[in-house]
């Protein structure tokens, strides 16, 4: 019976050495995580070819959105009109580029040449008011009665039109100052 008792004896047969064995399990585990922490922290913490932390890209990140090619208008100074590219461009591209709901598509002079048989007048109104799937002025409500009128004759010329540019009404301040008496010299 006595040999059945042996074979679970331990290595650990004492306190002393019951105390030893978990002082050193904890010192080897401190040791461990002490040379990870070491290593971990001797490599540089940007990605491989990254300058993120360069004060140039700090710079850039912390900029004002502002800062970025928007610009400031005056809203009580007078409107610049803009030309008919620019308006097509900006607002009428969008339908007219890719014939999106039966919109005639630019330089496309099938499409364009019953409109264009309409005349001039007939296509400005319906650029201004909508018609079917297009909304008054292409949906853009900021845009001038001129500057829709020379996004009509750019869209329509590329088409086979021969529209003339519109002329741009004087404005009503101009029209006051110039017809004003001239002030008598003293």
């Known amino acids: 019976m006595s040999d059945a008792h042996n074979e679970h004896e331990s290595l650990i047969r004492t306190p ?37 932390q360069a004060p140039e890209e700090v710079a850039a990140r912390i900029a004002p959105v502002a800062n970025e090619g928007y610009t400031l208008k005056d809203a009580s100074g007078p409107k610049v009109l803009q030309s008919g590219e620019a308006v097509y461009t900006a607002t009428c591209a969008a339908c007219h ?33 909508g018609l079917r799937a297009m909304p008054a002025k292409g949906g853009n409500p900021d845009l001038d009665d001129v500057e829709v009128a020379r996004a009509v004759v750019y869209m329509a010329n590329h088409g086979g039109a021969k529209f003339k540019e519109p002329e741009v009404p004087a404005a009503p301040a101009a029209a006051a100052a110039a017809s004003a008496p001239a002030a008598p010299a003293k």
């Open 16 to 52: 002393k050495q019951l105390v030893g064995a978990v002082v050193g399990f904890f010192a080897v585990t401190i040791i461990g995580i002490i040379l990870l922490v070491q290593y971990v922290t001797t490599t540089k913490l940007t990605g491989a070819g990254s300058n993120s």
């Open 97 to 129: 580029g890719a014939g999106v709901a039966g919109a005639p598509k630019f330089g496309d002079s099938g499409a364009w040449s019953a409109r264009i048989a309409q005349g001039y007048d007939t296509v400005l109104k319906h650029a201004l008011e």
